[in-house]
């Protein structure tokens, strides 16, 4: 049995990625703008398998806007240390009190749990 890779485990858990030219198309910016969200947490990238290139999760926007939330979150787990792809480790993975995945909590205009819960790991 072959061990999981970082790169299996976010490909197992986000499904669907945009790479920066894509993701700058979503948000009606330029590809140098992404780069500058993503520097500053405001966004977040992995490279999703091998060869792949760094490429930010597709649900990370919705309707031609950052999630609301996300870019707090994003900068909170920064500020504790934490890479990219801890951060969307946790913001994707199945959490059963909330219900459903931190992302989707925030997709639903549901985040006061999830940046209390954000605020406790973090620091």
């Known amino acids: 049995m072959s061990e999981n890779t970082p790169e299996d485990d976010l490909q197992t858990l986000i499904t669907d990625w945009l790479d920066w030219k894509a993701a700058a198309t979503e948000l009606h910016v330029s590809v140098t703008k992404i780069r500058t969200l993503i520097r500053e947490h405001h966004l977040a990238a992995a490279v999703p398998s091998p060869g792949a290139g760094q490429q930010v999760p597709a649900e990370l926007i919705m309707d031609g806007e950052i999630v609301k939330g996300v870019p707090g979150l994003l900068t909170l787990f920064a500020d504790g240390g934490w890479d990219d792809r801890e951060k969307l480790?946790?913001?994707?993975?199945?959490?059963?009190?909330?219900?459903?995945?931190?992302?989707?909590?925030?997709?639903?205009?549901?985040?006061?749990?999830?940046?209390?819960?954000?605020?406790?790991?973090?620091?």
């Open 89 to 123: 480790t946790w913001l994707f993975t199945e959490d059963e009190s909330l219900p459903g995945r931190p992302i989707d909590a925030l997709r639903e205009n549901r985040g006061s749990e999830v940046k209390r819960r954000a605020q406790a790991l973090a620091l």
